[in-house]
């Protein structure tokens, strides 16, 4: 009995449980945002909320919010220098989320489980600052280095974001 070459069938069966798995997690996904399938593969349809909606400023509030937790929450900010050792010099480097780079946006999902879903966006800079010691560079100037868009989807689920 010829099954073809051998370890094409072995590399079809490995590859098998890999599909399954992508399948079930999207799946997943789905179900546990609550959005309709004919939601999640198209933004068609969907109804974004205006600026003067309640549920926009009250999203506005909690993106705010959002912004400063994560800039108090970095382990290397502005008041705490991750300083890095290099030859000949030393690099202070720090994280930080500028709130004039965020915009954000609500809008109705047609499910009855989340309503209303908000997308924040923003930039996150790394800051760096080279010396010829410890002190001079962790004291600056900084300059922006590197930028990461983000960004983050929130619920609205039993009268507040989440």
């Excluded at 073809?4 to 789905?30: H, S």
């Excluded at 909606?53 to 909690?62: A, K, W």
Aim: glycine letters at 8%.
């Amino acid at each position: 009995m010829d099954h073809g070459p051998p370890g094409i069938g072995a590399q079809c069966v490995r590859e098998l449980p890999m599909k399954r798995g992508i399948t079930v997690l999207i799946l997943v996904l789905v179900l546990f945002l609550g959005i309709p399938c004919s939601y999640a593969g198209s933004q068609e349809g969907t109804t974004v909320l205006g600026k003067d909606h309640t549920l926009y400023v009250q999203f506005q509030d909690f993106a705010a919010s959002r912004i400063l937790t994560l800039n108090r929450n970095f382990l290397h900010r502005p008041d705490n220098v991750s300083i890095t050792v290099g030859n000949p010099h030393f690099t202070g480097r720090y994280f930080s989320i500028d709130p004039s780079t965020t915009t954000i946006e609500v809008k109705l999902t047609g499910s009855r489980l989340t309503p209303y879903i908000g997308v924040l966006t923003y930039i996150e800079s790394i800051y760096e600052c080279r010396g010829p010691s410890r002190i001079s560079a962790s004291k600056g100037p900084f300059y922006p280095v590197s930028h990461r868009k983000v960004t983050e989807i929130f619920r609205y689920n039993h009268n507040r974001w989440q």
